[in-house]
């Protein structure tokens, strides 16, 4: 059996910080993949639902706006002020777990708008979670959480999330016929 030495208090702090610097680099690595995969999807092909029970990827970049808000902003603090400058009440409601696709684009906010709401969600973020102690990190949740019932838990989560649904994007993009990204 490996014996380590346990930290004292003052590397504890530096161990624990860490945990949040890890779970933001989850977010960015997830969110630079997603951009890779929308990057030649032409807006024609954003509300196209390529077989039955297949959504659009429309639907699954809204609804990673709509999540990624949700995991690292109202969980971590409530609803704020600037949260109506992030995103509407009723992007959130079209894009929200359990809402079916629509495949009209007439329908739907365009794709310029489905990602400038993605990118100002994921900004603000970023500039936010700098901010949380570990004590709060620690904080519980209540459900529906994945995994760990903290707000760490649902930092963790949102990249998982994200990749989840890079996946589905990535199936989308082959039934369109285009090429895996490498």
Partial sequence: MINTPHPDESNR???????????????EFAREYTKSLLADVG???WFI??????????????????????LTMFRMRGRQPIDTEL????????????????????NNPSPDEILATLDRVHVQALAELPQYTDQQLDEPVEMPYSAYATKLGGLLF????????????????????KEPIR
């Fill in 13 to 27: 702090d530096v161990i624990n910080s860490n945990r949040l610097q890890s779970a933001v680099k989850q977010i």
């Fill in 43 to 45: 807006d024609e092909e």
């Fill in 49 to 70: 639902q390529p077989g039955e029970g297949v959504t659009h990827i429309g639907w699954q970049v809204g609804h990673l706006a709509m999540a990624q808000y949700g």
């Fill in 87 to 106: 995103m509407s009440s009723s992007f959130r409601k079209r894009f929200q777990k359990g809402t079916i696709p629509d495949p009209d684009p007439a």
């Fill in 158 to 177: 949102c990249s998982a999330h994200e990749m989840l649904h890079a996946g589905q994007v990535g199936l989308i993009r082959r039934l369109l016929g």
